[in-house]
């Protein structure tokens, strides 16, 4: 024979179904991600700072989540194709874009009709990495530091190459030669690997590229190193001094971040599962070794950081743009 429960209990009892009821969908909201494959899209080919960046964070996120984790290149555009595919994604943080920060600080003010907007379409999530740039020219120019670069630029007209307008590299160079108080013919090229070549062959005096793109032509001495446009000096190139210190201009120094974002509207919770390993995996000792050794500074920040240096960029480099009166379809 069955007692009927007190009625305190019964009514502890509901009340707790209660509360179960009104918890799941809550928890439904914050349910484990990945739940399938993710997709990391890259703006640049094979080789650069984004695609290193990329595939470190990929191999050690696929590990944490037993789900496969994919690197997609989609170079284009001064890597606005990559971005325009990430903003227009299913925003359940099953695709993110890794990019250079000028695809939210420069691109905007640059690029017409592109389809989307990095500043409202994306949602920054970490500034994983770091990097720089690095002062290279043909050795046929005949120029061995950055005081006779300048002195040459002086005397007559000189070409330096980047992968296209508004890029880490045209921004470096920019700065360069406003600071060097010089004039060059800025050519751009449809990417980095081009702007490359660009140089080997003499078609352009110099350029401001990655330093993982060229650091092997410059230990073959196919190019020149003149300078690195960060602070401090590359651990690939330690005797190649900085642009601050070539030029005596202790502030000089053109840094660029690599940012991972979500397309916007991706839910809190999962924004908040990404930036935690995010986080977690660029401060793993291993990882960060191995990106010092391709010149990338490791650093993972929060979102809340990342979204505080953006704005800070933006307002660093907008009068640059509006000074060179870059314009691009």
Same mark, same amino acid.
């Given at each position: 024979?069955?007692?009927?429960?007190?009625?305190?209990?019964?009514?502890?009892?509901?009340?707790?179904?209660?509360?179960?009821?009104?918890?799941?969908?809550?928890?439904?909201?914050?349910?484990?991600?990945?739940?399938?494959?993710?997709?990391?899209?890259?703006?640049?080919?094979?080789?650069?700072?984004?695609?290193?960046?990329?595939?470190?964070?990929?191999?050690?996120?696929?590990?944490?989540?037993?789900?496969?984790?994919?690197?997609?290149?989609?170079?284009?555009?001064?890597?606005?194709?990559?971005?325009?595919?990430?903003?227009?994604?299913?925003?359940?943080?099953?695709?993110?874009?890794?990019?250079?920060?000028?695809?939210?600080?420069?691109?905007?003010?640059?690029?017409?009709?592109?389809?989307?907007?990095?500043?409202?379409?994306?949602?920054?999530?970490?500034?994983?990495?770091?990097?720089?740039?690095?002062?290279?020219?043909?050795?046929?120019?005949?120029?061995?530091?950055?005081?006779?670069?300048?002195?040459?630029?002086?005397?007559?007209?000189?070409?330096?190459?980047?992968?296209?307008?508004?890029?880490?590299?045209?921004?470096?160079?920019?700065?360069?030669?406003?600071?060097?108080?010089?004039?060059?013919?800025?050519?751009?090229?449809?990417?980095?690997?081009?702007?490359?070549?660009?140089?080997?062959?003499?078609?352009?005096?110099?350029?401001?590229?990655?330093?993982?793109?060229?650091?092997?032509?410059?230990?073959?001495?196919?190019?020149?190193?003149?300078?690195?446009?960060?602070?401090?000096?590359?651990?690939?190139?330690?005797?190649?001094?900085?642009?601050?210190?070539?030029?005596?201009?202790? %502030?000089?120094?053109?840094?660029?971040?690599?940012?991972?974002?979500?397309?916007?509207?991706?839910?809190?919770?999962?924004?908040? %599962?990404?930036?935690?390993?995010?986080? %977690?995996?660029?401060?793993?000792?291993?990882?960060?070794?191995?990106?010092?050794?391709?010149?990338?500074?490791?650093?993972?920040?929060?979102?809340?950081?990342?979204?505080?240096?953006?704005?800070?960029?933006?307002?660093?480099?907008?009068?640059?743009?509006?000074?060179?009166?870059?314009?691009?379809?």
């Amino acid at each position: 024979m069955r007692h009927p429960l007190p009625s305190r209990l019964s009514a502890a009892l509901a009340a707790a179904a209660a509360v179960a009821t009104l918890a799941a969908p809550a928890l439904a909201q914050t349910a484990a991600w990945p739940t399938k494959p993710v997709k990391v899209l890259v703006g640049s080919p094979p080789g650069g700072p984004s695609d290193l960046t990329a595939r470190s964070f990929a191999e050690q996120l696929g590990k944490r989540t037993s789900q496969p984790v994919v690197v997609e290149n989609r170079p284009g555009a001064g890597n606005n194709l990559a971005a325009g595919l990430a903003a227009k994604a299913e925003p359940d943080g099953h695709t993110l874009v890794l990019s250079p920060d000028t695809v939210l600080t420069v691109n905007p003010l640059v690029y017409r009709n592109t389809g989307f907007d990095a500043r409202t379409d994306l949602t920054s999530v970490s500034v994983l990495a770091s990097f720089t740039q690095m002062l290279v020219c043909n050795p046929a120019t005949g120029v061995g530091t950055v005081a006779e670069l300048a002195g040459k630029a002086k005397a007559g007209p000189l070409t330096y190459a980047s992968g296209g307008p508004g890029v880490p590299g045209h921004l470096a160079a920019e700065m360069f030669v406003q600071a060097a108080g010089i004039r060059m013919q800025h050519v751009p090229y449809r990417g980095p690997a081009p702007a490359t070549l660009g140089v080997l062959a003499g078609e352009v005096n110099c350029g401001f590229l990655a330093t993982p793109t060229v650091i092997q032509h410059v230990k073959a001495d196919k190019l020149k190193a003149l300078a690195v446009s960060s602070a401090t000096p590359s651990p690939l190139a330690p005797d190649v001094p900085t642009l601050a210190k070539a030029l005596n201009q202790p %502030e000089l120094d053109a840094s660029f971040r690599l940012v991972l974002q979500t397309p916007s509207g991706t839910p809190p919770a999962v924004v908040a %599962e990404i930036e935690r390993a995010a986080m %977690e995996i660029m401060k793993d000792p291993q990882v960060r070794a191995r990106l010092q050794q391709s010149d990338v500074v490791a650093q993972g920040s929060s979102a809340s950081e990342a979204q505080k240096v953006m704005k800070a960029e933006m307002a660093r480099w907008a009068p640059v743009v509006n000074r060179l009166g870059l314009k691009s379809d």
